[in-house]
């Protein structure tokens, strides 16, 4: 495994959409698997002791989609530097509207915006599955999906 230089990961950071940057900042600073910060809820961030517990992992994609317990028993709590914190509370007051702390901390990456007609990268309707990250109409997920010519996400 090669680990990314520091500028890499900036350089990573500021090229992504600001709804990505989050998802970005948990899995370099905080070395989740990706199931693993897609699962996260608003909950699982202590804000003010500056730690992460990981409980869940999301697996699959499509309608296969589940959430279960991570990998190999792997339930922990991760420390959070103050500067991915920062990143955290900025996303959870620009994209995660609601007051329940169970919500999805990063259900709006990939997730249709409300009164858009938005496609899925094979052209049809899209229908994001009930994390948002995978179209149920096509397959693919939604970071996927939004990559192709004529996705709308």
Partial sequence: MVLP???QVRALL???????????AVCAFAGLRLGEASALRVA???FLRRTITVARQVQGYGTAAEVRAPKYGSERTVYAAPGLTEILAAHVAGHCPGKDPGRWLLATV????PGRSARCGAGRPARPDA??????TCGTSMPAASSRPGATW
Wanted: glycine share 8%.
């Fill in 5 to 7: 230089a520091a500028s």
């Fill in 14 to 24: 500021d090229a992504v959409p600001p709804r990505w940057r989050a998802y970005v």
């Fill in 44 to 46: 699982d961030v202590d």
């Fill in 110 to 113: 990939g997730r249709c915006r």
């Fill in 131 to 136: 994390r948002g990250c995978t179209c149920i």
